[in-house]
């Protein structure tokens, strides 16, 4: 059953995404870290597609700084990088004329006369591309260059420029604790002010998360429904099949808690909690998100669980435990699987229990937020003695959020025969089939929102110090206790078998994805 009567016309979706008031001023984004995956695989990429559906001013300029003296050779890796992973869409014609605006300057990111350097490149850019000292900049490297840069820009005078504005997006991870986090911000206020400032999510640049709000708050029909008295539990998967990937080093001081529970689950979870704001700008949406993290009643350990992945089976092929991955300790007691049950103490969800899971080298990729709602008062109907049909099962509405990215709506229905036997069935939205596009890498939305200055799909202070306020303390608890039998969870499984028994001892389970 497809919920996809109303037909979207490509045509109709490319018009929507190439409304004229949102191309920004001119401007220079400055990619500092530009030597990493990051530039390569998402930002070049995504840059790329804004300058194909006309979203780019035409005074515009990019500068990759790193530091390995790359020259030349930069602007045709980025090229590889689109052509690889942008895939280019409708032929390559404008891609040379983009290549064109790309440079690269190579330096020390605590060396003064590299600063002084790439100033004068800058004012260099302005004269030639008419660029009018406007400046992104993105810090993609790692967190502990943050704070130097960051001052080293105010010193040399590039943070607030006369008439010009001046913007900085800040890659995750923001901290690693909320001392670090508060320290950061501390740091990065004294150079910058606040509506410059633009911590990065990417999953809130996902077509699919945004969504989430536009059910909600475009909808007359699920609002009413959307609360304690209607909803029995949410449960939040963001499963990867996919290991570290290399980032050994990283990944062994993150884990999967800092990784991706702290912001990209936070933020799906603010999404689905959030009161209706009152308008949709910065500081209506944040407000909102802000208020759901700190109705979060702190989180008991015994309602957390921690798994690292041994070796197994992935999508038919053998793959090595995290303790064999390439600089990881054959020790490691760092989690790659993380799972919460949580409580929101306010009026809309007290007594609801959200269920969380993330993981990396599970069973598949797949990330999907699940509303179940209670069963009706008493049931009328027959159920069948065996197969799907055994149990009524309650409605569910399933967010989809990558990949085959859509919502599903499960109800019973009547299955044809004489008596009145129910059987589930769903309704299913999927992006593909109503409007023909996969949704964009959600860099290209956040790129674009931080040219115009527009922050309503970004961080901010308030809201990552209180996300670290509530897993500060579980991972102090963490630190202090070593982990039962890691590893504790096979390659291509679902995890740890105490994440079930975290849900099950509830009387509840993880939904088959
Ligand atoms: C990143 C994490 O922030 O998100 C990665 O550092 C993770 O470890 C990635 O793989 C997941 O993003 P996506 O968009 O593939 O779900």
Known sequence: MAATAIKISPEDVAQASQRSERIPEPCVVVIFGASGDLTKRKLLPALFHLEQAGLLPK???????????????????????????????????????????????AMNFDDDAGYA?????????????GTRGNR?????????????????????????????????????????DLESARELNDDVNKVFDEDQIFRIDHYLGKETVQNILVFRFANGIFEPIWNRNYVDHVQITAAENIGIEGRGPFYEKAGALRDVVQNHMMELLSFVCMEPPVSFDAAAVRYEKVKVWRAIKPIDCADTVRGQYGPGIVDGKPVKGYREEDRVSPNSQTETFAAFKLEIENWRWA?????????????????????????????????????????????????????????????????????MTVCPVTMDFSYASAFGTSSANGYERLLLDAMLGDATLFAHRDGVEATWSLYTPVLESWAASVPKGFPNYASGSWGPKEADALIERDGRSWHKL
Do not use: W
């Open 351 to 419: 007594g609801v229990p959200f269920y969380l899971r993330a993981g990396k080298r599970l069973q598949k990729r797949v990330t999907e937020i699940t509303i179940q709602f209670k069963q009706p008062p008493m049931l009328l109907f027959d159920r069948a003695m065996s197969g799907p049909c055994k149990e009524i099962q309650p409605n569910l509405i399933a967010m989809r959020i990558q990949p085959d990215e859509g919502i599903s709506l499960r109800f019973g229905a009547k299955v044809p025969s004489p008596d």
């Open 117 to 129: 350097a790439l100033k004068s490149l800058l004012e260099k850019y302005d004269k030639e591309h």
């Open 59 to 105: 005074e515009f300029g990019i500068v990759g700084v790193a530091r390995r003296d790359l020259g030349a050779t930069f602007a045709e890796d980025m090229k590889q990088g689109i052509l690889e992973f942008g895939g280019v869409r409708d032929g390559a014609a404008k891609l040379e004329e983009f290549i064109a605006k790309v440079s690269y300057h």
């Open 136 to 176: 992104l900049f993105y810090l993609a490297v790692a967190p502990e260059y943050f704070s130097d840069i960051i001052h080293s820009l105010g010193e040399h005078g590039m943070a607030h420029p006369e008439q010009a504005h001046v913007r900085v997006i800040i890659e995750k991870p923001f901290g690693h």
